[in-house]
């Protein structure tokens, strides 16, 4: 019966289901895995980034992205879908920053990309995006980290720690076992690796992961390839 309802975004099935989101969403759970955990001072985001030619320039693509000062993102599923989020959340970041000459609270960014997100959801001639994201900041005013996932459907998720991708139910069933509220940021960035560790095939190297960090008193930072090699040295 769902077939029927399949290849209309704007058409629920009887069974109350928007199809095309639940593909959207399998999009997502096939891509590559990302780990998001919130330490007592500050956010770690990580994830796989594997290149299908050795001959591409893996200085020219990045997945953990700086949308301000103090908050990044990261996403599992379609990269180009992920590109036009990036860019819209910048803009809607600068617009704030116009209007009240301060920077966008994490919140507030991760409401406004949801929003957009939920757009392509009732609208004909469009698709859902093919991406979930996870979004880290810290706030200066609230003095306090944020760890926020968006998906397809505009709905928005705070969470401690979490995974998502392909196998992240092993990875959220790892972070269960390893969180605690109390872990600092150089201990999480070490569960991150170990996370993506329990999906990932071949021999892990600084070139075929990306991690990014966030914390008190720094702008949110992409690690360097050296900086990763060092973490991974000591996983």
Same mark, same amino acid.
């Given at each position: &019966?769902? @077939?029927?309802?399949?290849?209309?975004?704007?058409?629920?099935?009887p069974s109350?289901?928007?199809? #095309?989101?639940?593909?959207?969403?399998?999009?997502?759970?096939?891509?590559?895995?990302? /780990?998001?955990?919130?330490?007592?001072?500050?956010?770690v985001?990580?994830?796989?980034?594997? #290149?299908?030619s050795?001959?591409?320039?893996?200085?020219?693509?990045?997945?953990?992205? #700086?949308?301000?000062n103090?908050i990044?993102?990261?996403y599992?599923?379609?990269?180009?879908?992920?590109?036009?989020?990036?860019?819209?959340?910048?803009?809607?970041?600068?617009?704030?920053?116009l209007t009240?000459?301060?920077?966008?609270p994490?919140?507030?960014? /991760?409401?406004?990309?949801?929003?957009? &997100?939920?757009?392509?959801?009732?609208?004909?001639? /469009?698709?859902?995006?093919?991406?979930?994201?996870?979004?880290?900041?810290?706030?200066?005013?609230?003095?306090?980290? *944020?760890?926020?996932?968006?998906?397809?459907?505009?709905? *928005?998720?705070?969470?401690?720690?979490?995974? &998502?991708?392909?196998?992240?139910?092993?990875?959220?069933?790892?972070?269960?076992?390893?969180y605690?509220?109390?872990?600092?940021?150089?201990?999480?960035v070490?569960?991150?690796?170990?996370?993506?560790?329990?999906?990932?095939?071949?021999?892990?190297?600084?070139?075929?992961?990306?991690?990014?960090?966030?914390?008190?008193?720094?702008?949110?930072k992409?690690?360097?390839?050296? @900086?990763?090699?060092d973490?991974l040295?000591?996983?």
């Amino acid at each position: &019966m769902s @077939e029927r309802y399949s290849f209309s975004l704007t058409t629920f099935s009887p069974s109350g289901k928007l199809v #095309q989101i639940e593909y959207a969403l399998a999009a997502v759970a096939s891509g590559a895995p990302s /780990v998001g955990i919130k330490a007592k001072d500050g956010v770690v985001l990580a994830t796989e980034k594997k #290149q299908k030619s050795i001959l591409y320039d893996d200085t020219t693509i990045h997945k953990v992205e #700086q949308i301000t000062n103090n908050i990044g993102m990261v996403y599992s599923g379609m990269g180009p879908d992920y590109r036009v989020l990036v860019k819209a959340a910048r803009k809607l970041a600068q617009q704030y920053q116009l209007t009240y000459s301060e920077d966008i609270p994490t919140v507030q960014l /991760v409401q406004r990309v949801a929003n957009v &997100m939920q757009e392509y959801t009732q609208q004909g001639g /469009v698709r859902p995006f093919g991406v979930s994201l996870l979004i880290a900041g810290w706030d200066v005013d609230e003095d306090r980290p *944020y760890l926020y996932q968006c998906d397809p459907s505009g709905a *928005y998720f705070a969470w401690k720690a979490t995974a &998502m991708g392909k196998n992240h139910t092993n990875g959220k069933t790892f972070l269960e076992k390893r969180y605690s509220e109390e872990v600092g940021l150089e201990d999480a960035v070490q569960t991150a690796i170990l996370t993506l560790k329990e999906s990932f095939e071949g021999q892990m190297t600084e070139d075929n992961i990306e991690i990014g960090i966030c914390k008190k008193g720094s702008p949110f930072k992409r690690l360097t390839s050296s @900086e990763v090699k060092d973490y991974l040295a000591q996983s």
